[in-house]
C-alpha cells in the first residue's frame, strides 16, 4: 500500500513511517515544508500528486496551554479542525482511507468509569475543542475512516514528559507532580503498529488507543524514577512528592479522568498495546 503520514518528522509520525518501512509499505512522510495542511491548495496538489492508498493524519497543534492563548486560538482551529478538513475532503475526492489521530481531550474528564468511544463529546479546553471539530469533519466527509484516540504520548523523537522528568532529575532531588489526573501513557512505538494494522484493514469507526493499564501522573512519575535508577544511579536521589491540580494552575484546563476504554480493539481483532509500565521499560532502554 502507499500509504501518506502527516506530521512525519512529530513523535507519532516518525514511528509510524519506520512501522509502515519495515512491512514493505510505500509510506510518503511529509512535513509542513512538504504540505501546508491549513492551506487546501497545497494538501489537493501534494494529494493528487502521491495518490495515496491511506493517509495517517499526525499533524497536529498540540502545545495545550499556548492554545488558549487569544492570539493562537485561531491558528490552533486552521491547524486541527481545517487541516483536517482539508484532508478528509481529499481522502473522499481520492476514495482513500484516513486514520485521524485524536485525543482523550474531546471529552470532559469528570467521573472515574473508562470513556468509551461511542461516548458524548464535550471538550473543556481550545486544543480539545479543536480536535474535536476536526473529529466532526472526518465523521462528516467520510465512511472509510479511523478515529483513534490517544493520550499521554511519548516517543523518542520529541518533548515529552518523560524526557522532561529525566531532564529535571539530573538537577533536582525533590519534584513535586499532579496526582489527581488519572490516565494512560502512550508509547508512539507501539502505537505505530496498531496504527498500520489498522490502515491495512477495513474495520473503520472510533477507537481508544492507549497502553495498557492506568495511573495519576504522580504514579507515572514515581516509576519513571524507579526504573531510570536501575539505568543510572544518578535518579535514586530523586523524590517525588504529590500535589493537586489546583496547586499546579495551568492556563488551560486538564480533564481529571483520562481513562479510555479499549475493548473495541480486541472486538474487532486488533491487539490491544502492552502495560505502560513494560512500554517505558523498552522507551528508557532507547533514550538513556
Same mark, same amino acid.
Given at each position: 500500500?502507499?500509504?501518506?503520514? +502527516?506530521?512525519?518528522?512529530?513523535?507519532?509520525?516518525?514511528? !509510524?513511517?519506520?512501522?509502515?518501512?519495515?512491512?514493505?509499505?510505500?509510506?510518503?512522510?511529509?512535513?509542513?515544508?512538504?504540505?501546508?495542511?491549513?492551506?487546501?491548495?497545497?494538501?489537493?496538489?501534494?494529494?493528487?500528486?502521491?495518490? #495515496?492508498?491511506?493517509?495517517?493524519?499526525?499533524?497536529?497543534?498540540?502545545?495545550?496551554?499556548?492554545?488558549?492563548?487569544?492570539?493562537?486560538?485561531?491558528?490552533?482551529?486552521?491547524?486541527?479542525?481545517?487541516? +483536517?478538513?482539508?484532508?478528509?475532503?481529499?481522502?473522499?475526492?481520492?476514495?482513500?482511507?484516513?486514520?485521524?489521530?485524536?485525543?482523550?481531550?474531546?471529552?470532559?474528564?469528570?467521573?472515574?468509569?473508562?470513556?468509551? #468511544?461511542?461516548?458524548?463529546?464535550?471538550?473543556?479546553?481550545?486544543?480539545?475543542?479543536?480536535?474535536?471539530?476536526?473529529?466532526?469533519?472526518?465523521?462528516?466527509?467520510?465512511?472509510? @475512516?479511523?478515529?483513534?484516540?490517544?493520550?499521554?504520548?511519548?516517543?523518542?523523537?520529541?518533548?515529552?514528559?518523560?524526557?522532561?522528568?529525566?531532564?529535571?532529575?539530573? +538537577?533536582?532531588?525533590?519534584?513535586?507532580?499532579?496526582?489527581?489526573?488519572?490516565?494512560?501513557?502512550?508509547?508512539?512505538?507501539?502505537?505505530?503498529?496498531?496504527?498500520?494494522?489498522?490502515?491495512?484493514?477495513?474495520? @473503520?469507526?472510533? @477507537?481508544?488507543?492507549?497502553?495498557?493499564?492506568?495511573?495519576?501522573?504522580?504514579?507515572?512519575?514515581?516509576?519513571?524514577?524507579?526504573?531510570?535508577?536501575?539505568?543510572?544511579?544518578?535518579?535514586?536521589?530523586?523524590?517525588?512528592?504529590?500535589?493537586?491540580?489546583?496547586?499546579?494552575?495551568?492556563?488551560?484546563?486538564?480533564?481529571?479522568?483520562?481513562?479510555?476504554?479499549?475493548?473495541?480493539? +480486541?472486538?474487532?481483532?486488533?491487539?490491544?498495546?502492552?502495560?505502560?509500565?513494560?512500554?517505558?521499560?523498552?522507551?528508557?532502554?532507547? !533514550?538513556?
Amino acid at each position: 500500500m502507499k500509504i501518506l503520514v +502527516t506530521g512525519a518528522k512529530g513523535q507519532l509520525g516518525y514511528d !509510524v513511517v519506520n512501522e509502515l518501512n519495515k512491512r514493505g509499505h510505500n509510506a510518503v512522510g511529509v512535513d509542513i515544508d512538504e504540505m501546508d495542511i491549513t492551506d487546501g491548495i497545497s494538501v489537493e496538489k501534494v494529494l493528487s500528486e502521491i495518490n #495515496p492508498d491511506a493517509v495517517i493524519h499526525c499533524a497536529a497543534w498540540t502545545a495545550v496551554d499556548l492554545a488558549e492563548d487569544e492570539d493562537k486560538q485561531e491558528q490552533v482551529r486552521l491547524i486541527n479542525a481545517g487541516g +483536517t478538513e482539508n484532508i478528509a475532503k481529499m481522502c473522499k475526492k481520492l476514495d482513500c482511507k484516513m486514520v485521524y489521530i485524536s485525543t482523550d481531550y474531546v471529552f470532559d474528564g469528570q467521573g472515574t468509569r473508562p470513556w468509551e #468511544p461511542d461516548d458524548e463529546r464535550n471538550p473543556i479546553n481550545v486544543y480539545g475543542q479543536t480536535k474535536y471539530e476536526g473529529e466532526l469533519a472526518v465523521e462528516k466527509w467520510l465512511d472509510k @475512516y479511523f478515529i483513534v484516540r490517544i493520550a499521554w504520548v511519548f516517543g523518542v523523537n520529541g518533548k515529552n514528559f518523560i524526557k522532561t522528568m529525566l531532564n529535571l532529575g539530573k +538537577t533536582h532531588d525533590k519534584l513535586t507532580v499532579v496526582c489527581d489526573q488519572t490516565g494512560s501513557p502512550t508509547y508512539t512505538y507501539d502505537l505505530s503498529k496498531l496504527l498500520v494494522d489498522m490502515a491495512e484493514s477495513e474495520k @473503520y469507526g472510533r @477507537y481508544h488507543a492507549t497502553n495498557e493499564g492506568f495511573c495519576s501522573w504522580y504514579e507515572f512519575a514515581c516509576e519513571i524514577f524507579m526504573q531510570a535508577s536501575e539505568l543510572d544511579p544518578i535518579y535514586k536521589k530523586v523524590v517525588v512528592s504529590p500535589v493537586s491540580s489546583s496547586e499546579y494552575p495551568a492556563k488551560a484546563k486538564r480533564p481529571s479522568n483520562s481513562r479510555m476504554g479499549k475493548e473495541k480493539l +480486541t472486538e474487532n481483532g486488533f491487539e490491544k498495546l502492552p502495560a505502560w509500565q513494560d512500554a517505558l521499560k523498552r522507551y528508557l532502554g532507547e !533514550v538513556m
